[in-house]
C-alpha cells in the first residue's frame, strides 16, 4: 500500500498535475485548491526533507490540523534551522545572479579629477564581499586574514574588527578567533586607494545596434581587477558616455592600447564568441622592438608556459602550450623597428614573449625586457634561472625601482623577504600568524598598533561626505605619500590596431610612437 508521503505517489501526482488542471479549467472538477496545495509539496524541485525518508517535502494538509513536524517559520517566511545549543548557525547563501552589470550606485561611488597628466580617482569606501571557500572552512577569520588577505598587516585586520568594519553574515564581528563554517558570508568595509592612468580619453571608433568600439588607451584595465575599479573602461565609459551593461568581446593588457569591442546583448557576445572558437577572427598588433628586426616575414611557434598567474609572467618553454605568432617589419629608424604582428592564437603575453624569444622585445616592456633574465634577456628562450628565481628576481628590480604598480602588485604581495624592513606596515611575517597578545587591564581586547581607532561606522563613512572619504584614521595609504609616475612611464609600445571578423571590420589610428618620424627620447 501507499503511503500518503511515498516518493512513488508524489512522482505520479506531479506527473499528473497538467491533467488535473486542463479538467479543472473545462469545469469538470470542483476547485482544485485542495489537490494542487498537495501537489505542489510534491514537486520535484522541493528539496527532500532531512529528518525522514520521504522524497515529499512537506506532509499534505488536512482542514483544522497544523503541521506539527514542520517548525515554525521565522520572519520573513524562512524557517528555524535546528541546532544545538549555543551553535553559530550560517544562513543558506543568497541566490547570485548571473551577469549583473554595474549600475548608477556603483558609478556614484567616488569621482575622478585630472592632475600632471594622469586621471585619478578619489578615495572612497568600499566592501570585499566572497562567501567561505571550501580551504578555510575549520580555519579561523585571523588565519584566513592573515593568509589569504595580505593587502593589510593582520595589525589592520584586528583593529578593524574593534571598530566593527569586519562582518560574518552580516553582524559585526570582533573575534577573529572564531571559526568558520561553509556558506559564512565575509564582508569587509575598506579605505581604497586605485592607482592612477594616463589621462587620454577613451575615442569610440564605432557604435551600433550590437557593439561598441573604442580605442583604448594604454595603462587602464578593461574590467575591475585588483586595485583597479572605477579607472577601468567598463567604469569610465559607464560614467562619461553611459554606455551601460556592456560585454567585453576580447582582453587587452592594461599597458596595451588600441582596438576593444564590446556587445551590447548577451546574443551579440555569445554570437562573436562563437566566432573566436572558431578562429573566424583576424586580430592585427603594431609595437616597437629593440634593433633591426629582419626584413622578411617572421613566424614563431614556440610554446608558452605561465610561469605566474599573480604577476602575469610567462617564458617559451616545452612545457607550455602551443601557439604561433606572425611577424613583419614595418619600418627601422638605426635603433628600433616598428613591427606588425598577427598572432593566430591567443596565449597571454603571446606577441611579447615570442618577441623575447627572437631577440627583439618591446623596447619598455616591463615584464620582458629587464635585467631579471640575465645577460641575454631570454633570446633564444635562454634563461639561467629556475622559474621561482626568474620570478623573484623580477619583483626585487621593480621592487627597487618602486614600480610594483606597474606589474599591478603592492608590497603585501612579496615574499616576507623582499619586504621593506623600513615599512613598519610590513614588519609582519604573515605566514606564521601572531596569537593576539592581551591587555591585562582589558582582557577581552588585544593590545593595538599604532592606528587611530575611532569609532567609524561603514554606513556612517560613506554618508559622511566627500571630504571625509578622502581620509580615513585605519587606512595606512592615507598616511603614506607616493610620487606621481610621469604619463609616459605608463604606455607600453604595443597596440591592438584592427579586429576583422565575418562581417566587420575596425581599425585605430597608428600610435604616435609607431610614426615614421617619431624621436626616441
Same mark, same amino acid.
Request: hydrophobic share 35%; aromatic share 6%.
Given at each position: 500500500?501507499?503511503?500518503?508521503?511515498?516518493?512513488?505517489?508524489?512522482?505520479?501526482?506531479?506527473?499528473?498535475?497538467?491533467?488535473v488542471?486542463?479538467?479543472?479549467?473545462?469545469?469538470?472538477?470542483?476547485?482544485?485548491?485542495?489537490?494542487g496545495?498537495?501537489?505542489?509539496?510534491?514537486?520535484?524541485?522541493? =528539496?527532500?526533507?532531512?529528518?525522514?525518508?520521504?522524497?515529499?517535502?512537506?506532509?499534505?494538509?488536512?482542514?483544522?490540523?497544523?503541521?506539527?513536524?514542520?517548525?515554525?517559520?521565522?520572519?520573513?517566511?524562512?524557517?528555524?534551522?535546528?541546532?544545538?545549543?549555543?551553535?553559530?548557525?550560517?544562513?543558506?547563501?543568497?541566490?547570485? #545572479?548571473a551577469? $549583473?552589470?554595474?549600475?548608477?550606485?556603483?558609478?556614484?561611488? /567616488?569621482?575622478?579629477?585630472?592632475?600632471?597628466?594622469?586621471?585619478?580617482?578619489?578615495?572612497?569606501?568600499?566592501?570585499?564581499?566572497?562567501?567561505?571557500?571550501?580551504?578555510?572552512?575549520?580555519?579561523?577569520?585571523?588565519?584566513?586574514?592573515?593568509?589569504?588577505?595580505?593587502?593589510?598587516?593582520?595589525?589592520?585586520?584586528?583593529?578593524?574588527?574593534?571598530?566593527?568594519?569586519?562582518?560574518?553574515?552580516?553582524? =559585526?564581528?570582533?573575534?577573529?578567533?572564531?571559526?568558520?563554517?561553509?556558506?559564512?558570508?565575509?564582508?569587509?568595509?575598506v579605505?581604497?586607494?586605485?592607482?592612477?592612468?594616463?589621462?587620454?580619453?577613451?575615442?569610440?571608433?564605432?557604435?551600433?545596434?550590437?557593439?561598441?568600439? $573604442?580605442?583604448?588607451?594604454?595603462?587602464?584595465?578593461?574590467?575591475?581587477?585588483?586595485?583597479?575599479?572605477?579607472?577601468?573602461?567598463?567604469?569610465?565609459?559607464?560614467? @562619461?558616455?553611459?554606455?551601460?551593461?556592456?560585454?567585453?568581446?576580447? #582582453?587587452?593588457?592594461?599597458l596595451?592600447?588600441?582596438?576593444?569591442?564590446?556587445?551590447?546583448?548577451?546574443?551579440?557576445?555569445?554570437?562573436?564568441?562563437?566566432?573566436?572558437?572558431?578562429?573566424?577572427?583576424?586580430?592585427?598588433?603594431?609595437?616597437?622592438?629593440?634593433?633591426?628586426?629582419?626584413? @622578411?616575414?617572421v /613566424?614563431?611557434?614556440?610554446?608558452?608556459?605561465?610561469v605566474s598567474?599573480?604577476?602575469?609572467?610567462?617564458?617559451?618553454?616545452? #612545457?607550455?602550450?602551443?601557439?604561433?605568432?606572425?611577424?613583419?617589419?614595418?619600418?627601422?629608424?638605426?635603433?628600433?623597428?616598428?613591427?606588425?604582428?598577427r598572432?593566430? /592564437?591567443?596565449r597571454?603575453?603571446?606577441?611579447?614573449?615570442?618577441?623575447?624569444?627572437?631577440?627583439?622585445?618591446?623596447?619598455?616592456?616591463?615584464?620582458?625586457?629587464?635585467?631579471?633574465?640575465?645577460?641575454?634577456?631570454g633570446?633564444g628562450?635562454?634563461?639561467?634561472?629556475?622559474?621561482?628565481?626568474?620570478?623573484?628576481?623580477?619583483?626585487? @628590480?621593480h621592487?627597487?625601482?618602486?614600480?610594483?604598480? $606597474?606589474?599591478?602588485l603592492?608590497?603585501?604581495?612579496?615574499?616576507?623577504?623582499?619586504?621593506?624592513?623600513?615599512?613598519?606596515?610590513?614588519?609582519?611575517?604573515?605566514?606564521?600568524? =601572531? $596569537?593576539?597578545?592581551?591587555?591585562?587591564?582589558?582582557?577581552n581586547q588585544?593590545?593595538?598598533?599604532?592606528?587611530?581607532?575611532?569609532?567609524?561606522?561603514?554606513?556612517?563613512?560613506?554618508?559622511?561626505?566627500?571630504?571625509?572619504?578622502e581620509?580615513?584614521?585605519?587606512c595606512?595609504e592615507? #598616511?603614506?605619500v607616493?610620487?606621481?609616475?610621469?604619463?609616459?612611464?605608463?604606455?607600453?609600445?604595443?597596440?591592438?590596431?584592427?579586429?576583422?571578423?565575418?562581417?566587420?571590420?575596425?581599425?585605430?589610428?597608428? =600610435?604616435?610612437?609607431?610614426?615614421?618620424?617619431?624621436?626616441?627620447?
Amino acid at each position: 500500500m501507499w503511503s500518503p508521503g511515498s516518493g512513488l505517489l508524489c512522482s505520479l501526482l506531479a506527473a499528473a498535475r497538467p491533467a488535473v488542471r486542463t479538467l479543472a479549467s473545462a469545469g469538470l472538477l470542483g476547485s482544485p485548491r485542495g489537490c494542487g496545495a498537495r501537489m505542489a509539496s510534491c514537486g520535484s524541485e522541493a =528539496p527532500a526533507r532531512k529528518d525522514g525518508p520521504s522524497a515529499c517535502s512537506e506532509a499534505p494538509e488536512e482542514p483544522g490540523r497544523q503541521e506539527e513536524q514542520a517548525p515554525a517559520p521565522a520572519p520573513g517566511g524562512r524557517k528555524k534551522r535546528r541546532g544545538q545549543v549555543g551553535e553559530r548557525l550560517v544562513p543558506a547563501p543568497k541566490k547570485r #545572479r548571473a551577469g $549583473v552589470s554595474f549600475g548608477d550606485q556603483h558609478f556614484a561611488e /567616488t569621482s575622478y579629477y585630472f592632475e600632471g597628466g594622469l586621471r585619478k580617482v578619489r578615495p572612497y569606501y568600499f566592501d570585499f564581499q566572497t562567501y567561505c571557500k571550501g580551504r578555510w572552512v575549520g580555519r579561523s577569520l585571523l588565519h584566513v586574514y592573515s593568509t589569504e588577505f595580505r593587502a593589510h598587516p593582520l595589525a589592520y585586520y584586528e583593529a578593524a574588527a574593534r571598530t566593527g568594519r569586519l562582518r560574518l553574515n552580516e553582524q =559585526p564581528v570582533h573575534d577573529l578567533g572564531v571559526i568558520l563554517k561553509d556558506n559564512d558570508f565575509l564582508r569587509n568595509t575598506v579605505h581604497r586607494h586605485e592607482p592612477p592612468v594616463t589621462a587620454e580619453p577613451i575615442h569610440l571608433l564605432a557604435e551600433n545596434d550590437e557593439v561598441v568600439v $573604442v580605442d583604448k588607451p594604454s595603462s587602464m584595465p578593461v574590467h575591475p581587477c585588483g586595485r583597479f575599479r572605477h579607472n577601468t573602461v567598463i567604469f569610465v565609459l559607464g560614467k @562619461e558616455h553611459q554606455l551601460k551593461e556592456l560585454h567585453p568581446l576580447h #582582453r587587452l593588457d592594461r599597458l596595451t592600447s588600441g582596438v576593444l569591442m564590446f556587445a551590447k546583448t548577451a546574443a551579440v557576445s555569445e554570437r562573436i564568441h562563437e566566432q573566436v572558437r572558431d578562429r573566424q577572427l583576424e586580430k592585427e598588433y603594431v609595437c616597437r622592438v629593440e634593433g633591426e628586426f629582419p626584413a @622578411e616575414e617572421v /613566424t614563431c611557434k614556440e610554446p608558452i608556459l605561465v610561469v605566474s598567474y599573480k604577476v602575469g609572467l610567462c617564458r617559451v618553454d616545452p #612545457r607550455g602550450k602551443s601557439c604561433e605568432t606572425v611577424f613583419q617589419r614595418l619600418s627601422y629608424n638605426g635603433h628600433s623597428s616598428v613591427v606588425l604582428c598577427r598572432p593566430l /592564437t591567443g596565449r597571454t603575453h603571446q606577441i611579447r614573449v615570442h618577441l623575447q624569444f627572437l631577440g627583439h622585445p618591446i623596447i619598455n616592456d616591463p615584464i620582458y625586457n629587464t635585467a631579471a633574465w640575465g645577460p641575454a634577456r631570454g633570446r633564444g628562450g635562454h634563461v639561467p634561472k629556475t622559474d621561482d628565481e626568474l620570478l623573484r628576481d623580477l619583483l626585487e @628590480e621593480h621592487r627597487a625601482k618602486q614600480s610594483l604598480n $606597474v606589474l599591478d602588485l603592492f608590497e603585501g604581495d612579496l615574499p616576507p623577504d623582499l619586504k621593506s624592513s623600513s615599512d613598519p606596515v610590513f614588519k609582519q611575517d604573515l605566514k606564521e600568524p =601572531p $596569537v593576539p597578545t592581551k591587555n591585562p587591564e582589558e582582557p577581552n581586547q588585544a593590545v593595538s598598533i599604532d592606528l587611530d581607532t575611532r569609532e567609524l561606522a561603514p554606513e556612517k563613512a560613506a554618508d559622511s561626505g566627500l571630504k571625509d572619504k578622502e581620509m580615513d584614521p585605519l587606512c595606512e595609504e592615507c #598616511r603614506l605619500v607616493r610620487q606621481d609616475p610621469l604619463p609616459q612611464e605608463l604606455v607600453m609600445y604595443l597596440h591592438a590596431l584592427r579586429y576583422k571578423g565575418p562581417g566587420f571590420e575596425y581599425s585605430s589610428p597608428m =600610435p604616435a610612437w609607431a610614426q615614421d618620424d617619431w624621436k626616441e627620447d
